[in-house]
């Protein structure tokens, strides 16, 4: 999971990009990086770190052009201590090429053996995101055959990217002195959301590609659409937006997960508001806890702030039993869940929230979070509240079990790591010294986010086992595993 943009404006973008980042930065915190175009000319600036901290002053002023990009980092593959692992990735070749990409790419073994003996070309990294920039790269020399670069020249090289590449895949490319890319993976498996707005001085379109729709908004663009599954826009240096679908047989399977925890709840992806499937989680959630637990057996119910407030709120008021806030979140420490290794996550959460004793002193609470995946957050968590005087603790997550890797751009490689691979809820609530646990069904998930949508299904391989690209098999799972540990 990463947090891209890309603009087309008629004013320098470098601080419409840093603006974007800061609205993305719940995506990531890893690394950052923003290239924009001067003419042919690339400028780039790529640190470990948050946004706020990783450009000065001089770095912006560096960044000149009317075009650009931007990315906030969550590693997945590669190095989250390297900044040679940070993107935008660059190739020289053909005019010029940088490119961002949110997902992960599962043939990555297969494509550096091809990237080598066949295309050969050099990756310096172990990042996904370089082989999928020099895939591009390839396919785009391939069709140029000493033509002028046309919106269709590079649409055919998109369509023979998606026949190469397997996984997940939301990409912003700059390609110089021509305009900026964006295409999307024939499953739609990551968001990416298109928006513009018409400049009174130049009375000329300007363009954002994004992961969310609150950056479009934010930054005074009107939501236009989302990039379909397997579709490629280009957008030229004077504002004139092609559009081609690639794919020859696109499918839209958004990623659950995106709506349970990634995305913020002020955004809408793929028509789909993020803040009402967070509320109807809680809904459904609220009739499977009924059917658990004794609701005159609890005084409170409270969330883990922030993604899973809407849900609590639901849940309180389908139960009819006081909402209340018991624990204080320090803003100032990232997110727990994308934080890299299990130690540093341990650390974090007695940093990042405190219990207050008044809300908790001698009563029966239920507790509801976005979701439970290696428990070491949740176990903290309720040691807390018995340890702020909570008399019983009743844990209940908006999310079913998170039982198997998930390899489409979440760091959830290793089945080890996740609480629930090979564990009964009972065992579970044991583990974690809950009094009684309850889970969202697989079922009430799907209802929560895709009931009033044309949408038909989601990629939910986290919590089934069923892998949407269909070119995942447990010879790979295992290889991820063992890569991972490594």
């Known amino acids: 999971m990463c947090g891209i943009v890309g603009i087309v404006s008629s004013d320098d973008v470098n601080q419409q990009i840093y603006d974007s980042l800061l609205l993305l930065q719940h995506r990531g915190q890893d690394s950052t990086g923003i290239a924009t175009m001067e003419n042919t000319v690339f400028h780039i600036h790529k640190a470990k770190g948050q946004v706020n901290t990783a450009y000065r002053t001089r770095d912006m002023r560096n960044l000149i052009g009317k075009i650009g990009l931007g990315h906030v980092r969550y590693a997945t593959k590669g190095s989250a201590e390297s900044v040679e692992e940070a993107q935008p990735f660059y190739v020289n070749a053909p005019y010029g090429i940088v490119l961002i990409h949110n997902g992960n790419l599962t043939n990555t073994r297969v494509l550096e053996k091809q990237l080598f003996n066949i295309d050969k070309r050099h990756t310096n990294s172990s990042s996904d995101t370089e082989m999928l920039l020099n895939v591009f790269a390839t396919e785009l020399q391939e069709q140029i055959h000493n033509q002028e670069l046309e919106p269709d020249i590079i649409f055919s090289a998109v369509k023979s990217l998606h026949k190469r590449i397997q996984g997940s895949y939301a990409s912003i490319a700059l390609i110089s002195g021509h305009g900026l890319l964006a295409f999307r993976d024939p499953f739609g498996i990551r968001p990416l959301v298109i928006g513009k707005r018409f400049s009174l001085t130049t009375k000329k379109e ?3 590609v994004a992961s969310e729709s609150l950056v479009l908004e934010n930054n005074d663009y009107q939501v236009v659409r989302d990039v379909d599954p397997g579709e490629a826009v280009f957008i030229n240096l004077n504002g004139e937006f092609f559009s081609k679908q690639c794919s020859e047989n696109p499918m839209l399977f958004p990623c659950s997960f995106e709506y349970v925890y990634l995305a913020r709840p002020d955004s809408i992806m793929n028509g789909i508001s993020v803040y009402k499937a967070r509320l109807k989680m809680g809904d459904y959630l609220a009739e499977t806890i009924k059917q658990t637990i004794n609701s005159g057996d609890v005084d409170v119910v409270m969330p883990i702030p922030d993604s899973s407030r809407p849900a609590a709120m639901q849940v309180a008021r389908q139960l009819g039993i006081e909402y209340r806030e018991g624990f204080f979140k320090n803003r100032y420490v990232g997110r727990t869940f994308i934080m890299p290794g ?4 341990k650390k974090s959460v007695r940093q990042k929230l405190n219990a207050m004793s008044a809300e908790f002193k001698n009563k029966n609470v239920l507790i509801v979070d976005d979701s439970i995946v290696r428990g070491t957050t949740s176990k903290e968590i309720v040691q807390m509240a018995k340890d702020a005087g909570a008399n019983k603790v009743f844990f209940t997550s908006a999310a079913p079990p998170v039982r198997f890797p998930h390899v489409y751009g979440i760091n959830m490689p290793n089945r080890d790591e996740l609480i629930a691979h090979d564990r009964t809820i009972a065992e579970i609530a044991d ?16 209802k929560s986010i895709i009931s009033d949508s044309p949408i038909q299904d989601l990629e939910m391989s986290c919590f089934t086992g069923s892998y949407v690209t269909g070119t995942v098999n447990q010879e790979y799972l295992n290889w991820v ?4 540990k490594s």
């Not at 595993?481 to 991972?484: H, T, V």
């Open 342 to 345: 299990q130690q540093k996550r």
């Open 206 to 208: 300007e363009w954002m």
């Open 481 to 484: 595993e063992n890569e991972y």
């Open 431 to 446: 583990h974690l010294s809950i009094d009684n646990l309850v889970y969202q069904s697989v079922e009430s998930l799907r």
